[in-house]
């Protein structure tokens, strides 16, 4: 199975912040990787697929980029809504699998 | 919109099977190019890919898992399934049913991601 070791585990901010969280896989996977946002007690959210393409409707202060082993995920200026669980998934090999998860706080 | 709804048991005795169903609703599970997904979350962890069927009947598992899970397709009743054997306390978890989208944006060129999830349900070993 492909290992997603995410980066920091947990990560406290302000609002208004540039917020950002590294994910690297065992091995290379292309572009083929998708960040989620899970609120507490909600079901995961895709926000960028292919490692940099946003979901329709995501807000565009979310971006992804990377590509082969190492990716980012940046929040460009955090808002207290965006308090939540990201995890990195990839899909390049099954099983899929998921980074542990970067929990977000708010200063 | 498309909307999924999980159901079944919250408890389930340990050595047992874990039957849950996923209801889809706002569109039909036969049309389009979609997976049909299960994941699930212990509480307190991360998530857990647990394996995913097409509508042609094609099925993909979790080598982890894949002696124990069987995942199936209704299409009449728009619902697919999980069925989990031998349950242990290590099987609680929330589980998640998931809409996976496949796009092809190049000849030869996937991007997978799971688009619409359900709610999830909560199942609990009862020991």
């Known amino acids: 199975d492909i290992q997603m070791t995410q980066s920091p585990s947990s990560l406290s901010a302000s609002v208004g912040d540039r917020v950002t969280i590294s994910c690297q896989a065992s091995?290379?996977?292309?572009?083929?990787l998708n960040w989620y946002q899970q609120k507490p007690g909600k079901a995961p959210k895709v926000l960028i697929y292919?490692?940099?393409d946003l979901e329709t409707g995501v807000p565009s202060r979310f971006s992804g980029s990377g590509s082969g082993t190492d990716f980012t995920f940046t929040i460009s200026s955090l808002q207290p809504e965006d308090i939540a669980t990201y995890y990195c998934?990839?899909?390049?090999?099954?099983?899929?699998?998921f980074g542990q998860g970067t929990k977000l706080e708010i200063k | 919109q498309v909307q999924l709804q999980e159901s079944g048991p919250g408890l389930v005795k340990p050595s047992q099977t874990l039957s849950l169903t996923c209801t889809v609703s706002?569109?039909?599970?036969?049309?389009?190019?979609?997976?049909w997904s299960w994941i699930r979350q212990p509480a307190g962890k991360g998530l857990e890919w647990i394996g995913r069927?097409?509508?042609?009947?094609?099925?993909n598992y979790n080598p982890s898992l894949k002696s124990r899970v069987t995942i199936s397709v209704d299409t009449s009743k728009n619902q697919f399934s999980l069925k989990l054997s031998s349950v242990t306390a290590a099987d609680t978890a929330v589980y998640y049913c998931?809409?996976?989208?496949?796009?092809?944006?190049?000849?030869?060129?996937?991007?997978?991601?799971?688009?619409?999830w359900g709610k999830g349900t909560t199942v609990t070993d009862s020991s």
């Open positions: 998934q990839q899909y390049d090999n099954l099983p899929y699998t």
């Open positions: 998931a809409r996976e989208i496949e796009v092809e944006p190049a000849a030869n060129y996937y991007y997978f991601y799971m688009d619409v």
């Open positions: 706002g569109g039909s599970i036969s049309s389009g190019r979609y997976y």
């Open positions: 292919a490692a940099s």
């Open positions: 091995q290379d996977i292309s572009n083929y």
């Open positions: 069927i097409y509508t042609s009947g094609r099925t």
